[in-house]
């Protein structure tokens, strides 16, 4: 049973655009939500995080917007740059950083 | 300076081997963990440890052995490899209570081969 889905494995858009990444979740016990961006051969690395309290965080081009009631979170990159083209991880958690829910990753591709 | 290092990151073996992978984090961080990501690209949690402790084990084979000598360290040993362990391997830290609150930091990965 996944409880983090990311729908799209893969986006393309052009650059200067809006890219939205979204992600799904299942268990409402999830209080905390991240995305983590993994470029080839290399970890993942930590983007921007949301608490289940907001519905918004902005940082720089990155927005995260989180719906709870849908259980629905997405990225906005605006605008898209070249250098963003990577794979985006959508994590959730409880209490516990360990318990981290990862997503299957959406490819994204920003073409110049 | 590598805030969660892991070695080695490329690592080809035979089926029925033992291996380790190391790992190391600078970060002063409480907790560690270990992360497996397969071929479909899925990144599933195998163990976390807090200051040496374990906290958590999902489902893992025996084979996987974590170890962690102190809480800067959490190495990873597999006895008798199989085809289905190659993957990658990430490495993680992260500080739980501290103001990153539930941000896992991740090494760069190991890529594991069992031919």
């Known amino acids: 049973d996944q409880q983090v889905k990311q729908n799209s494995p893969s986006l393309s858009v052009q650059e200067g655009r809006i890219s939205i990444l979204n992600c799904d979740y299942t268990?409402?016990?999830?209080?905390?939500f991240l995305w983590y961006k993994k470029y080839p051969a290399e970890g993942p690395t930590f983007l921007i995080s949301i608490s289940s309290i907001k519905d918004k965080n902005e940082d720089g081009r990155f927005t995260v917007f989180l719906n709870k009631s849908a259980k629905h979170l997405s990225l906005h990159i605006v605008p898209s740059q070249p250098g963003d083209s990577a794979v985006y991880f959508c994590?959730?958690?409880?209490?516990?950083?360990?318990?981290?829910?990862f997503g299957d990753g959406t490819t994204l591709t920003v073409k110049p | 300076d590598t805030a969660v290092s892991q070695t080695p990151k490329y690592l080809v073996t035979q089926m029925g081997n033992d291996k380790s992978i190391k790992c190391e984090q600078n970060l002063g961080h409480d907790t560690m963990y270990w992360y497996k990501q397969d071929s479909k690209k899925f990144l599933k949690i195998m163990f976390s440890?807090?200051?040496?402790?374990?906290?958590i084990n999902e489902t893992v084979p025996n084979r996987f052995s974590p170890k962690s000598p102190d809480k800067a360290h959490l190495n990873l040993h597999i006895n008798s490899l199989e085809l289905g362990d190659s993957a990658v391997y990430f490495c993680?830290?992260?500080?739980?209570?501290?103001?990153?609150?539930?941000?896992?930091?991740f090494g760069e990965g190991s890529w594991l081969t069992v031919v």
């Open positions: 268990n409402s016990m999830f209080d905390y």
């Open positions: 440890y807090n200051n040496k402790e374990l906290i």
């Open positions: 994590a959730a958690s409880g209490t516990n950083a360990g318990k981290s829910t």
């Open positions: 993680a830290s992260s500080q739980v209570r501290g103001l990153s609150g539930n941000t896992i930091y």
